[in-house]
Nanobody, 114 residues
């Protein structure tokens, strides 16, 4: 079965940076639009960013100007560079295809302390 694997989370102080990675076993991201999502405790999962197969990107207003999504098709990996982190960015972060979504991975926890 295909597995999504997110990594790179951790505990960081406000204003700090982290880079998240997402890869998949037995699948490819090439040719697919890819999203990052996040879910804070007690809240619904929310969309964070998209990188299309064409390379164009879009971001949620809450992260625009601070987060950058990128992809390396040769490594079958999608990244999320997070700068100027805020306590409200604290959440578990997940990636998935935009269409034909794969089973969700376990996510990677990001905790931002004030």
């Amino acid at each position: 079965q295909v597995q999504l694997v997110e990594s790179g989370g951790g505990l960081v102080q406000a204003g700090g940076s982290l880079r998240l990675s997402c890869t998949a076993s037995r699948s490819t991201f090439s040719g697919y639009d890819m999203n990052w999502y996040r879910q804070a405790p007690g809240k619904q999962r929310e969309w964070v960013a998209i990188i299309r197969a064409s390379g164009t990107t879009d971001y949620a207003d809450s992260v625009k100007g601070r987060f950058t999504i990128s992809r390396d098709n040769a490594k079958n990996t999608v990244y999320l560079q997070m700068n100027s982190l805020k306590p409200e960015d604290t959440a578990a972060y997940y990636c998935n295809r935009h269409f034909r979504q794969l089973p969700w991975g376990q996510g990677t926890q990001v905790t931002v302390s004030s």
